[in-house]
């Protein structure tokens, strides 16, 4: 089995021990099972319906500007 070291935030690496403590298993088995659950994920085929609804939404359309325009109506 490979070794891996990562750098993060003492903040992080603290959450991350206590919630695997709370899971009973150790950080580095939730790492390596998130890892394995990541990469089981993206090998999946996409949903038929998923790849269906891919690209309706043009390229051209301005979506954050469309959106932030019905919200200012919404709640106007």
Do not use: C, N
């Amino acid at each position: 089995m490979a070794t891996l070291t990562i750098p993060m935030p003492e903040e992080d690496l603290a959450f991350l021990r206590a919630y695997s403590e709370t899971q009973g298993i150790s950080a580095e088995a939730l790492l390596a099972r998130q890892a394995r659950s990541l990469r089981e994920q993206l090998q999946k085929p996409v949903h038929p319906k998923v790849k269906a609804a891919s690209g309706i939404i043009a390229v051209s359309v301005a979506s954050e500007d469309a959106h932030r325009a019905y919200l200012e109506t919404k709640h106007a």
